[in-house]
C-alpha cells in the first residue's frame, strides 16, 4: 500500500500540483507536449519548444512522470517562433505553432523512428516528407457549435476540454477560407436553429480558395424547420451546396454537397469526387505524394490482384486499378461507398470489385472463401486495424501496405503482423499535419 508524506503527496511523486519547478525541454513527443525532466522524473508540457528554459505550473502528478503548464519562457529556444495566433496559448488545436518548422520535422521524423524502433532491423527507412505548404494547406475544418445568450458560437475546442476557443482566422486554412468562415457564422448567430448546432463542417475542393460547402450538424430530436433555417442562412452567404443532418438521418440538403479533388494515375490526374460526410485527407498535395509513393512501393503487375481495405472514396483504388488485374475495395461507411462507385464509373474502372461492409468481417469472410490476393492496402482509422489482422494474414499476400496516422497504433499492429509472419522491409513518414504532432506513415511489410 502506498504512503503518503507529509505533504500530502504520495512517496516517489515528488511535488504536486500547484508546485512551480523550472526545467528545460528536451524533445517533443506524441500528444503534442514538450518532454523535459526534474528530479529525474519525466513532465510533459504543452505549448513548449525543444531547448526553452521555463518555469512550470505543476498539474498533475504520478510516480513516473507528471505534467504542467508554462508559468514562464525563462529562456526561450533558437528553435522558437512567433506564432502570429492569438488563440494558441488556449487552442487545442495547433500543438508545435510555436516550433521552427525543419525542427518540427526533425521531430517527427524522432517520433517514427522511436516508435517503430523494434521494427526497424533490415527495414529501409526512407527520408522524412516535410509538408508543402506547411500553412494554410487545410481545405476543411470542423468547428463545435455552443449555444450562448449572444447566439450560436463556433471554434475549436480548448486542450483537453470541451471549452470552447472562438476562432475567427485559423493559419491552418487560407484567407478566403477564414473569411468565408467569419460570414458564416455572422448567418447563422442570427438563426434560431443555430441554437441546435452542434458541429460544422466547411469544405473546399482541390485548387479552390474558399469553402463551397457546409454540413451542420445538429442536436438529436432537431426537426424539419430547423433545418430549412439553417440552410437558408447558409445559402446567403454564397456556398455552392449545404447539408443539415441530425445523428445519420439527412434534414434537409441543397445545391452541391460533394467535393473534388485529384490524385495521380497512370496517365495524368484521377478526378475524385467525395461527399462532405466522406473522409478525405485534410492536405490534398501531400495526399498526392501518399498515392504516388504507396503506388510505386507496391509495384503490381499486370496480372496481379489487390485488396483495399477501409478503401474510402477510391483514394488508392482507382491508381492501384489501373496497375493490375483487380482490386477488391471493401469499405464500411455508405456514404463513401457511394462515392467511390461513382468515381469509378466516371473513369470506366471496370477492374474495380467494391464490397460495402466491415473490413474485419469482410476480410475473414475473404480469407474462409479461400480468396488470394498477391498485395494488400490497408488505410485504417486511428484506432488501428487491430481486429483485422488474423484474418489478413490467412490471406497470405506476398506484401502489405500499411497506411497509419497513429504511431502507438502502428507499432501495436505491427507487433501483431510480426507474430503472423510479416516483418517491416520499408518505411516513410509523411507531414500530412503540419504544426501538429500527427505523422502519416507508410509501411511496406512482407512474409519472414
Known sequence: MRRRDETGQYENEGPGPGTLIELTVDRLAWGGRGVGRHGGKVVFVSKTVPGDRISVALTKTRKNFSEGRI????EPSPNRVDVGCPWFNRCGGCQWLAVDYHRQVREKDGMLRHALRRHLDG?????????????????????HGVASPEGLRLGFYEEDSHRLVEVSDCLLFGPAFNTLLQSVRRALAG???????????????EGREGAQIAHA???TGAELQDAKALIRG??????????????STVLASEGETSLRFGVPGLRGDLNLRASVRSFTQAHFAMNRRLVETAASWLDLGAGERVLDLYSGVGNFTLPLSQRCQEVVAVEGSPTACAD????????????IRHVGGDAAEETARLAEAGERFDAVLLDPPRAGAKEILPSLARLRPARILYVSCNLPCLERDLNLMGAQGYHLSRVQGFDCFPQTYGVETLCLLQPS
Open 71 to 74: 508559468a514562464a519562457v525563462l
Open 123 to 143: 527495414a529501409s527507412v526512407e527520408t522524412f516528407v516535410p509538408g508543402d505548404p506547411f500553412l494554410g494547406y487545410r481545405h476543411r475544418g470542423d468547428f
Open 191 to 205: 438563426e434560431p436553429g443555430g441554437v441546435l448546432l452542434q458541429r460544422l463542417t466547411l469544405a473546399a475542393s
Open 217 to 219: 450538424r445538429l442536436h
Open 234 to 247: 447558409l445559402g446567403d452567404v454564397g456556398l455552392e451546396g449545404a447539408l443539415v443532418t441530425s445523428g
Open 340 to 351: 467511390a462507385r461513382a468515381n469509378a464509373e466516371a473513369h470506366g474502372a471496370a477492374t
